[in-house]
């Protein structure tokens, strides 16, 4: 009797699939895995991670078939390929770039029939810069309190992807048919980029000049610019120095040090700052300055404070 | 304007004098307040009350499942709600709490009585003589200071694991070093301004390093990974080296 007869049917089924991996033949400018993140820990100072772009990230894995925190690679400005070992669909979201296997272009690289060991290549993103890989069935990596995402804060999470880095692939699902015109999420398409913002927590510790010059500055993306989060430039607030004393911050958080040109927390922003917040992105467009590039035009416009009241 | 006052109005406290609640909200100037944080947070601005029994009450209500985030901090509480939660509903809860005084310190015996901990500890960093040096003491007196303080888990900041301590006695409150250093490992004891805190590995520091500790207070293999939670009593304990 060998060993896999005595397994429980879902010991085998998950034996069968222990041969299939993905094998990174070049990581490109910076690639990690990503799940939903580790949310729920912020009180124990564990920053949340996840995708910068999580609309880009869900939809890779529905394409799939996947469960939505199914972990899966993001990859920045491009430069990722890979090989599988076993003939999977995949999908690649996000940012949109050239999309080749073995040297071919696809056309449609939103759901693709990927060929056990040829190679899939993402090229560099036409407009925006994290672009999504999802595997069928989903790839393995280790979980840091429950999650597969890497943080780049704080090191949490499997290893940043390299060259040579092979990670296992789980059962292959079944692909639902998702109307591919409809497959998309929205990333900055060059020229100048709008993002809605609510007021607060602090932003009454800034002149009504400051506020002011928040809303009606075109503020640029600087190179200091990460998962972490987007430094801002442009004519600075003059909030200066304030004494506050450290708090929870969420992301999309609009923080201004004293230099007076704000930085806006992203995927792996620490979990408290000291510096006055004094407005926060709107969830829908956190993931659209997760794909900002240095250069891109930046105006913050104040969402309506509250949804409209239904009459009683 | 998003701010919203949540003690009860004046009139509403100076007409309910037995509530064990009307001192802590008569004074305006101590009333908590609410600040909106996002699509879906608050941010509790606690003035008189204290933010980490106030989030420990939070967390005690059955509407917390509707919770992802309360973070404690020095003198706040963030909620960060689950997409769906309604935030004006989680407003007037969390104002009813505030009303009720969660927080405040005639509530001080309400949650669970707080834990102590003990933590060993080798007096022996590189920054022990420069302290007792400010100090204008003896390292031996520093240690003395240090172990004889009732030190109180404040809040989670900075990098995972890493408590702020508070109770710090005032001859050994020093400005931060100037330079901060690379990388500290897990299990140095250290200190800076009213606080100290035990470093979980793998981060920066720019605190006075004063002692090392082979206890372990975070790991992320255990479930949960803190040892320490916010209001635990923390009590160091000197070893010889």
Redesign the interface.
């Known amino acids: 009797m060998t060993a896999a007869a005595v397994e429980s049917p879902r010991a085998s089924a998950r034996h069968a699939g222990a041969d299939a991996r993905l094998t990174v033949a070049d990581a490109g400018m910076g690639t990690s895995v990503q799940d939903l993140g580790r949310p729920g820990l912020a009180h124990l100072g564990v920053p949340a991670a996840g995708p910068a772009d999580r609309r880009g990230f869900t939809l890779a894995n529905r394409l799939v078939g996947n469960p939505e925190n199914t972990p899966a690679l993001e990859t920045t400005l491009g430069g990722l390929v890979v090989t599988l070992s076993r003939s999977r669909y995949v999908a690649v979201t996000g940012a949109p770039a050239p999309v080749t296997v073995d040297g071919v272009p696809v056309s449609e690289p939103a759901l693709v029939h990927l060929p056990a060991g040829a190679r899939l290549a993402i090229g560099r993103p036409w407009a925006g810069c994290r672009t999504y890989l999802a595997v069928s069935g989903g790839v393995e990596a280790e979980r840091v309190l429950g999650s597969a995402s890497r943080d780049s804060l704080t090191g949490l999470g499997p290893e940043p992807v390299r060259a040579g880095t092979v990670l296992g692939i789980g059962p292959a699902r079944p692909v639902p048919a998702v109307p591919l015109e409809l497959a998309f999420s929205p990333v900055p398409g060059g020229g100048s980029m709008t993002a809605r913002f609510r007021w607060g927590p602090r932003h009454d510790l800034f002149s009504a000049a400051d506020r002011h010059r928040l809303t009606a500055t075109a503020w640029r993306v600087s190179a200091q610019c990460d998962r972490v989060g987007a430094r801002l430039t442009g004519p600075p607030l003059s909030i200066g120095s304030v004494d506050l004393a450290s708090e929870g911050t969420v992301r999309g958080a609009i923080q201004v040090p004293p230099s007076g040109e704000p930085i806006v927390f992203l995927s792996d922003h620490p979990v408290t700052g000291g510096y006055p917040v004094i407005g926060v992105l709107t969830d829908a467009d956190c993931d659209l300055l997760g794909q900002a590039v240095p250069g891109d035009e930046l105006r913050l416009v104040p969402a309506p404070s509250a949804t409209p009241r239904r009459s009683p | 304007m998003?701010?919203i006052s949540t003690a009860a109005a004046s009139t509403a406290a100076t007409t309910a004098p037995a509530s064990p609640a009307a001192p802590a909200a008569a004074a305006a100037a101590d009333r908590a307040v609410l600040?909106?944080?996002?699509?879906?947070?608050w941010?509790i601005?606690c003035r008189a009350l204290r933010p980490a029994q106030l989030?420990t009450a939070i967390r005690e209500r059955r509407w917390a499942r509707e919770l992802?985030?309360?973070?404690?901090?020095?003198?706040?509480?963030?909620v960060?709600a689950e997409d769906g939660a309604g935030m004006?509903r989680l407003a007037a809860r969390l104002r009813a709490l505030l009303d009720e005084g969660a927080g405040g310190p005639g509530r001080a015996g309400s949650a669970a009585a707080p834990r102590t901990v003990v933590i060993p500890v080798r007096y022996d960093g590189p920054d022990l003589a420069a302290v007792a040096e400010r100090a204008g003491v003896s390292p031996e007196e520093v240690a003395r200071l240090h172990t004889e303080a009732e030190h109180t888990v404040a809040?989670?900041?900075?990098?995972?694991?890493?408590?702020y301590l508070d109770g710090l006695p005032e001859p050994l409150r020093l400005p931060r070093l100037t330079s901060p250093r690379a990388r500290v490992p897990a299990g140095v004891v250290a200190i800076a301004g009213n606080q100290s805190v035990v470093y979980?590995g793998?981060t920066p520091g720019g605190w006075h390093q004063i002692g090392t500790t082979t206890t372990r207070l975070w790991d992320?293999t255990a479930e949960?990974?803190?040892r320490l939670s916010?209001g635990d009593r923390v009590v160091f304990r000197a070893v010889g080296s």
Do not use: I, K, Q, S
């Open positions: 998003t701010d600040r909106r944080a996002g699509d879906r947070g941010l601005d989030a992802r985030e309360v973070v404690p901090a020095a003198r706040t509480v963030l960060v004006d809040f989670f900041g900075f990098a995972p694991g890493f408590a979980p793998g992320v949960p990974p803190n916010v």
